[in-house]
């Protein structure tokens, strides 16, 4: 039995690792995304007076207009917000040295979202934590796994810009894998169109229930 269960862990680790090695580039863009949000949290927390004024008044201004605004005015508010990241992603993919600010893409989200929900945590303390994790969390897992997906496929298209400079190498672009780049870009964009619906209705269920711009 413990033989058994030995074999069961030790197949079970060296299918995680397997995944892991085969899913490098999206556990890179979590792990950086992960350590920008702690990061955002942390400056929050442990930076100086006037950063912490001038976050709590943009916050109070982000809480206050996503309660007044209308359903077509917050979900075009959010998708712009989104649509942006995307097309950053997208139009990196032909810079054959867009990696590193494939890299920079998805920290800068993190940093963001890390900043915003500490500050949040600080002037709300558990009202806060309660709007995050209903009106800031889902629609921002949702996002990241879109965007990183995204990110992804934008830093292989760079690297096979990058190596068709070295003809020695056997890579190059291709139509048909632009074709299957733009593709996936348009589907990501639909699912885009989805978590930014799926924000907006959030917002107008639960946002008047939390009333933070009255506390």
């Not at 907006?200 to 009333?211: E, Q």
């Amino acid at each position: 039995m413990e033989r058994t269960s030995q074999r069961e862990f030790l197949t079970g680790w060296s299918s995680l690792k397997r995944n892991i090695r085969h899913n490098r580039l999206v556990v890179a863009f979590l792990s950086v995304f992960l350590l920008s949000l702690f990061y955002g949290s942390f400056l929050m927390s442990h930076g100086n007076e006037p950063l912490q004024n001038i976050l709590s008044f943009l916050t109070r201004e982000y809480i206050s207009g996503r309660e007044e605004q209308s359903l077509l005015t917050t979900f075009l508010t959010v998708l712009s917000s989104n649509i942006l990241y995307l097309a950053f992603g997208f139009l990196l993919g032909f810079f054959a040295f867009g990696q590193p600010v494939d890299f920079f893409i998805i920290f800068f989200r993190g940093f963001g979202l890390g900043l915003a929900m500490g500050n949040i945590y600080m002037n709300h303390h558990f009202s806060g934590v309660l709007y995050c994790l209903v009106l800031i969390v889902p629609a921002a897992v949702l996002f990241t796994i879109v965007l990183i997906c995204a990110l992804r496929d934008s830093l292989k298209l760079s690297n096979l810009f990058l190596s068709s400079a070295f003809p020695r190498l056997g890579a190059g672009v291709s139509a048909e894998i632009l074709k299957a780049y733009c593709v996936k870009y348009i589907f990501y964009f639909i699912l885009v169109l989805g978590v930014c619906g799926a924000d907006t209705l959030l917002n107008f269920i639960f946002s008047p229930m939390l009333g933070l711009n009255q506390l």
